[in-house]
């Protein structure tokens, strides 16, 4: 199975032109299905542009959501509504809630939106503040140990969810492909070929996550699982254990491109 990987494509930052020749390199390369690891649009325009993106390349795109996407809406609003929607749309399919997902006799795809659960780098000296405490409803008016405790619960929602769809899956598949926005490890946190610094960590890390794949991985030393995030804008692959690797794809505001292309046997 041939697949295209993108990731932090950011559709509402482009004009309809510039999303067709988007689409048009994704084409190019023949894929049989698209995975996009978030950062798709806004919550606004979401919905419209993952269909013009489907109908454009003609092939199922497996996907999860990133923080933008939840960009002036809410968290639990945004992912009810485009669940429902994509139970629909055939070509469209939003991994989180979801089992996991056969793409050939012994391999299989899941994933969860993740999300910077604060617990690592220095939260409590960091200067950093993203939009997301402006701009997503759930994080508004916030004060910062409330936002910590968001940001926590938030990723132990991720861990539980994709350690209990791991550990299921992996009793019938032998490889398992894992999409998620937010890197769940500081090693897999790149900017600029370096891991990012303790004060960006707390939100472009998510350690639960992190800790859920280490402890599976561990259990099931036989079987492989290859992670898929981006959230950084910046690309590097690590490989955590003999069969835990995570790559990192790389964006950039106003021209997305093509991640990588995988080859899944």
Known sequence: MRVVWVTDIHLNFL??????????SIEDAQPE?????GDIAEAPCLRELLLEMQRAIDVPIYFVLGNHDFYHGSI??????????????????YLTGLQSIELTPKTVLLGHDGWGDGRLGNYEQSPVRLSDQELI????????????????????????????TLSKSLESYQEVICLTHVPPFKEACWYQGKVGNDDWLPYFSCKAVGDVLLEVSQDRPHATITVLCGHTH????????????VLTGSAEYGDPSISDVLEIS
């Open 137 to 164: 409803r759930d994080f508004q008016g916030l004060n910062r140990e409330a936002v910590i405790e968001k940001l926590q619960m938030l990723g132990d929602e991720a861990a539980q969810n994709l350690g209990e």
């Open 33 to 37: 299905v698209v995975f996009i690891t």
């Open 76 to 93: 639990e609003v945004v992912r009810r509504d485009i669940q429902d929607w994509c139970q629909v749309e055939s070509g469209l399919h």
């Open 234 to 245: 910046h690309a590097g692959t690590v490989e955590m254990l003999p069969n835990l690797r």
């Open 15 to 24: 004009r309809p032109k510039e999303r067709a020749a988007f689409y048009s």
